[in-house]
């Protein structure tokens, strides 16, 4: 089956950079790219017209946490007021043996939410970086039924976080406990690693580097060499976790990392905000940057989730610059990798008072071919032959694209992903029209809600004082619900 994509802008990889080219062409057969760039003339089986659109690689999204939403987001809520007091870091912390488990259903509806979420808004390829446990067997056939492309596997760490009736942080160390992790995210990707005809992949994800001890982490990376699969943790993320980690070993995170042969081109980091030369760790000895660079590692950029904590990359130039690889995440709610693309180009500009500081392209490479390196694919993030058919189509013409001489512009510049018209992975069609092909929407999100309200109305018996939502987060005006 030969489908040919015509009339849009095509982002074509030429084997060193993307090329733009209008009214071009991407025909793919089955799952792969057999052309990309200029009109082409040969015959096909189907045709799809991109008049008016951007035909760009399929985004690789950095920093999923399936089941996201329905958890640990809605506690990190920056308009929370105690957010520096009781939980300054990127999980959350319940009284202990209080947080029970969801059913599984609940579970499965808001894993098929923010896998769709993310599809719908541009992302092709997911990195789960964990989210609720169990049912891995439905997690796979999720994958599987769904279509879309996943790295994942379920984080292991062996020190859990908990608060105590005072509302302070404590850390419990349980080594068995994490081991026990470990063999189990292991045991995931032998069993699942490249089912769903190839588009479900194993990674192992170390929770955070403070959650995790020297031993555990070591283990962990082992255990991804032995496996040749990729491996991520959550490093120079907050203040806590930077201040336990100098504690501890007297190294930054990037530093403690790198020492102990964490680092190196199969590594992603999550977020890397916090590394030596940061103003907030007012610890300017080192060179964190330079060892990211020197090491291989790619940080996993999560631009929206941090600037709502008043927080960036410094900066986003300065790692470009060094030689880091950086790619984009979305973490935090919506799941929006289109808009990514914005925040980190404006952020940078504003954090190095730099106009000139995050460029359209720097920025278009980091969601795209910046994903690939830690992945090991030289077969995503591009539109070129040999490439999986992993494609958006994304409106610009009602961005006012029509006075743009660049659609990348366009994109960066007022696209968000409710601008993404198509999404194809690998080769199939999962998006049309804005509306998934596959699933019935109404049905995912009145699951996902349901299962939201339920996590929600325990949220009570599990917080240190027994505050609810609604006191943890005041609404922005008085919400009187139906
Ligand atoms: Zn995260």
């Given at each position: 089956?030969?489908?040919?994509?015509?009339?849009?802008?095509?982002?074509?990889f030429?084997?060193?950079?993307?090329?733009?080219?209008?009214?071009?062409?991407?025909?793919?057969?089955?799952?792969?790219?057999?052309?990309?760039?200029?009109?082409?003339?040969g015959?096909?089986?189907?045709?799809?017209?991109?008049?008016g659109?951007?035909?760009?690689?399929?985004?690789?999204?950095?920093?999923?946490?399936?089941?996201?939403?329905?958890?640990?987001?809605?506690?990190?809520?920056?308009?929370?007021?105690?957010?520096?007091?009781?939980?300054?870091?990127?999980?959350?912390?319940?009284?202990?043996?209080?947080?029970?488990?969801?059913p599984?259903?609940?579970?499965?509806?808001?894993?098929?939410?923010?896998?769709?979420?993310?599809?719908?808004?541009?992302?092709?390829?997911?990195?789960?970086?964990?989210?609720?446990?169990?049912?891995?067997?439905?997690?796979?056939?999720?994958?599987?039924?769904?279509?879309?492309?996943?790295?994942?596997?379920?984080?292991?760490?062996?020190?859990d976080?908990?608060?105590?009736?005072?509302?302070?942080?404590?850390?419990?160390?349980?080594?068995?406990?994490?081991?026990?992790?470990?063999?189990?995210?292991?045991?995931?990707?032998?069993?699942?690693?490249?089912?769903?005809?190839?588009?479900?992949?194993?990674?192992?994800?170390?929770?955070?580097?403070?959650?995790?001890?020297?031993?555990?982490?070591?283990?962990?990376?082992?255990?991804?060499?032995?496996?040749?699969?990729?491996?991520?943790?959550?490093?120079?993320?907050?203040?806590?976790?930077?201040?336990?980690?100098?504690?501890?070993?007297?190294?930054?995170?990037?530093?403690?990392?790198?020492?102990?042969?964490?680092?190196?081109?199969?590594?992603?980091?999550?977020?890397?905000?916090?590394?030596?030369?940061?103003?907030?760790?007012?610890?300017?000895?080192?060179?964190?940057?330079?060892?990211?660079?020197?090491?291989?590692?790619?940080?996993?950029?999560?631009?929206?989730?941090?600037?709502?904590?008043?927080?960036?990359?410094?900066?986003?130039?300065?790692?470009?610059?060094?030689?880091?690889?950086?790619?984009?995440?979305?973490?935090?709610?919506?799941?929006?990798?289109?808009?990514?693309?914005?925040?980190?180009?404006?952020?940078?500009?504003?954090?190095?008072?730099?106009?000139?500081a995050?460029?359209?392209?720097?920025?278009?490479?980091?969601?795209?071919?910046?994903?690939?390196?830690?992945?090991?694919?030289?077969?995503?993030g591009?539109?070129?032959?040999?490439?999986?058919?992993?494609?958006?189509?994304?409106?610009?013409?009602?961005?006012?694209?029509?006075?743009?001489?660049?659609?990348?512009?366009?994109?960066v510049?007022?696209a968000?992903?409710?601008?993404?018209?198509?999404?194809?992975?690998?080769?199939?069609?999962?998006?049309q029209?804005?509306?998934?092909?596959r699933?019935?929407?109404?049905?995912?999100?009145?699951?996902?809600?349901?299962?939201?309200?339920?996590?929600?109305?325990?949220?009570?018996?599990?917080?240190w004082?027994?505050?609810?939502?609604?006191?943890?987060?005041?609404?922005?005006?008085?919400?009187?619900?139906?």
């Amino acid at each position: 089956m030969r489908t040919h994509i015509e009339g849009g802008w095509v982002v074509a990889f030429n084997g060193k950079t993307h090329a733009i080219h209008e009214r071009g062409s991407v025909v793919f057969e089955d799952d792969r790219v057999v052309h990309a760039g200029s009109a082409w003339t040969g015959q096909a089986d189907a045709r799809i017209d991109a008049a008016g659109k951007l035909v760009s690689p399929g985004f690789i999204n950095t920093h999923v946490h399936s089941t996201g939403p329905g958890g640990d987001y809605l506690l990190l809520d920056m308009a929370k007021n105690d957010y520096r007091g009781s939980n300054y870091m990127s999980f959350a912390a319940p009284l202990k043996g209080k947080m029970t488990p969801p059913p599984a259903a609940a579970t499965a509806a808001l894993r098929a939410f923010v896998f769709l979420h993310a599809l719908k808004n541009g992302t092709t390829t997911i990195i789960d970086v964990g989210g609720l446990r169990g049912d891995w067997d439905g997690y796979a056939r999720l994958v599987d039924d769904l279509g879309l492309r996943v790295y994942g596997s379920p984080p292991f760490r062996d020190r859990d976080t908990f608060m105590d009736a005072q509302g302070r942080l404590t850390y419990e160390e349980d080594v068995a406990a994490g081991r026990e992790r470990l063999q189990e995210a292991v045991g995931f990707v032998k069993s699942f690693d490249k089912s769903a005809q190839g588009r479900l992949r194993g990674m192992l994800n170390a929770a955070q580097v403070e959650t995790c001890t020297e031993r555990l982490l070591r283990e962990g990376k082992d255990a991804a060499r032995t496996l040749d699969v990729p491996i991520h943790t959550h490093a120079g993320g907050n203040m806590i976790e930077f201040q336990r980690i100098m504690g501890e070993y007297r190294k930054t995170p990037v530093q403690f990392l790198a020492d102990i042969g964490f680092l190196d081109e199969r590594t992603l980091i999550g977020h890397g905000v916090f590394v030596a030369g940061h103003p907030w760790t007012a610890h300017p000895f080192g060179d964190d940057v330079r060892v990211l660079a020197e090491r291989g590692a790619t940080i996993g950029h999560c631009p929206y989730k941090y600037a709502k904590m008043a927080m960036t990359l410094r900066s986003f130039q300065r790692y470009l610059e060094a030689g880091v690889t950086l790619a984009l995440g979305t973490d935090t709610f919506p799941l929006d990798i289109v808009s990514e693309l914005r925040w980190a180009s404006i952020l940078a500009k504003t954090t190095d008072g730099n106009y000139q500081a995050g460029q359209h392209r720097d920025v278009f490479n980091a969601a795209t071919l910046g994903g690939c390196r830690f992945l090991g694919r030289d077969d995503l993030g591009r539109l070129a032959p040999g490439a999986k058919a992993d494609i958006l189509l994304i409106t610009l013409d009602h961005l006012g694209s029509f006075v743009y001489h660049d659609p990348i512009k366009a994109l960066v510049d007022a696209a968000s992903g409710r601008d993404v018209h198509t999404v194809i992975v690998d080769g199939k069609v999962l998006v049309q029209d804005g509306r998934l092909t596959r699933a019935d929407e109404a049905e995912v999100y009145a699951k996902a809600a349901e299962a939201t309200r339920r996590y929600w109305g325990n949220v009570a018996s599990w917080r240190w004082d027994g505050a609810g939502v609604e006191q943890i987060i005041p609404p922005a005006f008085p919400v009187h619900r139906a």
